[in-house]
């Protein structure tokens, strides 16, 4: 079973700032597998990132994914106020057919 | 537009059976690469996918929680129903359904793959465990 790990689990940046959330697997991931999203207290997750770097409908240009293999970047160029919430990886591993999440990231205001 | 929203018991007993129900609308779960899933987070903490179900009735669970899950169809309904057996205070925890579709996937570097994330999500069901 592939674990994620995410890094660092929490991140104290001011608006403005530029945001380099880290999630690593405990083996090789495809990267058309690997997704991002993001949870703000309160409220469902929201899909941010599919495919390791490809924005869902409707997420700003801010948001960037980047990586392969075991090593996965989700980059916020510019700190929005509404941008502070817990971002999650996660994957699909197909065999057997599984999704898993990492432990999250939470950004919050420095 | 589709939407989901879960519903069930907020409070069960340890050893009690809970079942969920997800109620979604926008999109059929007789659609071929159609599937709906759930997955559950205990407060403060991390998420966890326990299911999904797929239009062709195809399902798949977390190995660590297998035995005690079972997920079925209604699609003349456009419901989705878990259960969990035998429940657990550590079982205490916000439970969402989520629709997911193979045919929302992309094309890349000339190979093309199917969607295997979840969007949209329900506003989550929180079911506590107590005694």
């Known amino acids: 079973e592939i674990v994620l790990t995410q890094s660092p689990g929490t991140l104290s940046l001011s608006p403005g700032e530029r945001a380099t959330l880290s999630c690593r697997a405990s083996?090789?991931?495809?990267?058309?597998?690997l997704a991002w999203y993001q949870q703000k207290p309160g409220q469902a997750p929201r899909l941010l990132i599919y495919g390791a770097s490809s924005r869902a409908t409707g997420i700003p240009d801010r948001f960037s994914g980047s990586g392969s293999g075991t090593d996965f970047t989700l980059t916020i160029s510019r700190l929005e106020p509404e941008d502070f919430a817990v971002y999650y990886c996660q994957q699909y591993g197909s065999s057997p057919p599984t999704w898993t999440f990492g432990q999250g990231t939470k950004v919050e205001i420095k | 537009q589709i939407t989901l929203k879960e519903s069930g018991p907020t409070l069960v007993k340890p050893t009690q059976t809970l079942t969920l129900t997800c109620t979604f609308s926008?999109?059929?779960?007789?659609?071929?690469?159609?599937?709906v899933g759930w997955i559950r987070q205990p407060p403060g903490k991390a998420l966890e996918w326990l299911a999904l179900i797929y239009w062709n009735d195809d399902k798949r669970y977390s190995p660590s929680l297998k035995s005690r899950l079972t997920i079925t169809k209604d699609t003349s309904k456009n419901q989705v129903v878990l259960t969990m057996t035998n429940m657990d205070p550590v079982d205490t925890a916000t439970y969402y359904c989520?629709?997911?579709?193979?045919?929302?996937?992309?094309?890349?570097?000339?190979?093309?793959?199917?969607?295997?994330?979840?969007?949209?999500w329900g506003q989550g069901t929180l079911v506590t465990v107590s005694s």
């Open positions: 989520a629709h997911h579709d193979q045919n929302l996937g992309y094309c890349s570097g000339g190979s093309c793959y199917p969607g295997n994330w979840f969007d949209p």
């Open positions: 083996q090789s991931v495809s990267s058309s597998y």
């Open positions: 926008g999109f059929s779960l007789s659609t071929s690469g159609v599937g």
